[in-house]
């Protein structure tokens, strides 16, 4: 399992404390240092059967000053996938990935439902 996060986030920090609490086996990587590439972006929203924007950190500062929530309703997915690989901080944190699962942000019944 992949826990993707930012070690500043306080999100990201309450999901890792609920996956140590759980038992749960997990590779850590750092979203910022390590940003996910346009190949794992479109097979992970792929297997998420969810809409691309939820991969989105719409509540980042980035987000915000590029007025992606104007710019995304007339993006293709392309230029969406690019955008999310340009940079880190712009794709919603935590990301969870399994081979039969992919849980973007922390929503603790999901992981629950998913994990347990």
Known sequence: MLFLCYPKCSTCRKAQKWLDEHDVDYDIRDIKTDNPDLAELELWHQAS???LKKFFNTSG???RSLELSKKL???SD????????????LVKRPLLL?????LPGFKPAEWEKALL
């Open 78 to 89: 392309a230029e969406q996938y690019a955008l999310l690989a340009s940079d880190g901080m």
């Open 49 to 51: 059967g969810l809409p």
């Open 98 to 102: 399994a081979d039969d699962f992919v």
């Open 73 to 75: 309703p007339g993006m």
């Open 61 to 63: 500062q980035l987000y």
